[in-house]
């Protein structure tokens, strides 16, 4: 069998779909799995929501000890995410930062958990450019937190979302 040098690029790019498929499938479902079906959309819940605090400044010290209030975790912003939209803040997550975050509103009945997050890019596009990174939220009723995460190094994240499956 004869391999061109495309052949590693093809491979790279049949993972990249088959790996966002189920993001896919969550965004266009409105930030959930199912669909289908003319149930009662009043008990179905969600979409979800969060409040996500961005620290310019800050090392976790573990995962569910949040940041000090003193000022000493650096600037903070503070703004919302929720499932199925795109959110820029004023100000990204920059290199050595941190987030928090607490939902505010549930996601649909049967989600296992949602995840805040990250996009290196400006926009929450899936495309080859734009890093993606996701922080667990340790729960699904309201005011279940991340308590803190780090941001991989080496990368600015310019837009949020919340996703929920």
């Known amino acids: 069998m004869h391999f061109s040098s495309w052949t590693p690029l093809v491979v790279s790019l ?10 896919l ?4 479902n409105g930030g959930g799995g199912g669909g289908g079906g003319g149930g009662n959309t009043a008990t179905r ?26 000022g000493s975790a650096g600037t903070n912003v503070t703004f919302s995410v929720t499932e199925a939209q795109c959110t ?7 290199y050595g930062g941190a987030l928090t975050a607490s939902l505010t509103a549930t996601p649909k009945t049967g989600t296992v958990g949602c995840y805040i997050v990250g996009h ?11 890093v993606m990174y996701g922080w667990p939220v340790g729960g699904t009723s309201v005011g279940s937190s991340l308590g ?5 190094s ?11 499956q």
């Open 120 to 130: 290196s890019q400006q926009g929450c596009g899936i495309v080859l450019s734009n």
């Open 25 to 28: 499938e969550v965004r266009k």
């Open 88 to 94: 820029i803040p004023t100000t990204g997550l920059q």
């Open 14 to 23: 049949l993972t990249i779909s088959t790996t966002a498929i189920p993001i």
């Open 45 to 70: 819940g969600g979409p979800a929501s969060a409040k996500v605090t961005l620290y310019s400044q800050y090392t976790c010290a573990a995962p569910n000890t949040p940041p000090p209030t003193d």
């Open 148 to 152: 803190c995460g780090n941001p991989p």
């Open 154 to 164: 080496g990368t600015s994240w310019s837009a949020f979302e919340i996703i929920c």
